[in-house]
């Protein structure tokens, strides 16, 4: 009986003592109980969620094959027209690894074109109708955007044909590098479109209408080669650049040119539900030969499926594409609505007056337009149905009906 009691005591010792020196023994072995804690947490977590690896390996077993892209662009549903969508992006695009500078380049072309029907009043017979189709534009483009939307540059040359200048001058469209480190803001250099009124800032493809209206024609939509700078706030916008009165490259620096817009947003901070209103000026001030000046207004709203703005500007002398004129004061307005009928269908409706020399009486131009565009995959693939009724003071009224296609790849 003593010897099983015994035997009790010595189970019970041994079972106290083992803990403890179990214990001492993995304090000797590792100075730190925290540090081992700490690991044995992030190893645990890492091996649940290996992300690092599993990340790389899904992305090269998920990379769509071309195929695939392109039955993802015969799916593609757009619901935005305010800014170009790319069909090909998806298969035009490049990609970096970590160790480069740059994120991913893109490649990318777009066309637009109508055929139209032109007549005179007075008769519709072969001397005064024409039949004609017109490029109207005719671009390719590289972009490259660099890590964490750092800077960003494009290269993009112009192919349409213009018998007013050699192949050479139009051929050097957009050129420029931008960088956009700073909050809110954007500084570019180069050879850009500068923001000259509102229409003359947009780029070819996201016009309403086949058509810029007559202000945009002469004063604005041309570029220029200087240094610029914008700046995008909830309530605010601006753009201010100095660039050469030069345009199309013909001459070296004949002049400088500053080129400067302000846009207020009243309902910037509303969230979209009143819509978006925009109220805007610019100025183009320069010298070339003679100095110029163009002052302008604008005022632009969007809500829902309706769309609406009116522009007017007035030039003392201009530089605009059609070229440089120093003798001419012109000035002129539009005023256009529009209506998304379907997701797909939007009808238009325009009144664009133009006095190319206010000092001539009766000189008037005026154009009533009417137009439909259908948005088969956005502004990336676009069919265009304008009428224009041109009526002249100085000359015969005549009609226009044009039926465009746009294409962006």
Known sequence: MKNKILLIIIGLIIATITP???ADTK?????????????DILDKELADAPQAVSVSE?????????????QDVYHLEVDKYDKPTYLLKDVLTQKFDEGSLVDHTQLWAGYNGDIGLHFVEGGLNSDHTTNHYDVNTINVGYDIFFKNNSADARIMFNYNPFTERNFVQNLF??????????????????????????????GPFVLPFIARSQISRNFGTIRKLGARVSGDYSLLGYDFGVYSSDTYFQEFFPGAEFIGRVDLKPLGKTDGRYGKLLIGGSMDAGHRDNNFCVVGAHIQYDYKRFMANFEWAQANGYNGPSGFSTDKHASGFYATVGYMLTKKLQILARYDEFDPNREIAHNNQRE?????????????LRLILNYVFCQNDAAKDSHRIMLGTQILI
């Open 173 to 202: 469209a957009d050129m420029y590098i931008a960088t956009n480190k700073i909050p809110h803001h954007r500084l570019l250099v180069g050879h850009s479109r500068p923001p000259l009124g509102m229409e003359g800032a947009y």
């Open 20 to 22: 403890v020196l179990a």
């Open 58 to 70: 899904s992305s090269i077993k998920k990379e769509k094959s071309l195929k695939e892209k392109l």
């Open 368 to 380: 009533y337009s009417v137009g439909l565009n259908y948005f088969i995959k956005g502004q990336g």
């Open 27 to 39: 304090n000797k072995n590792n100075d730190n109980l925290e540090e081992i804690v700490l690991e």
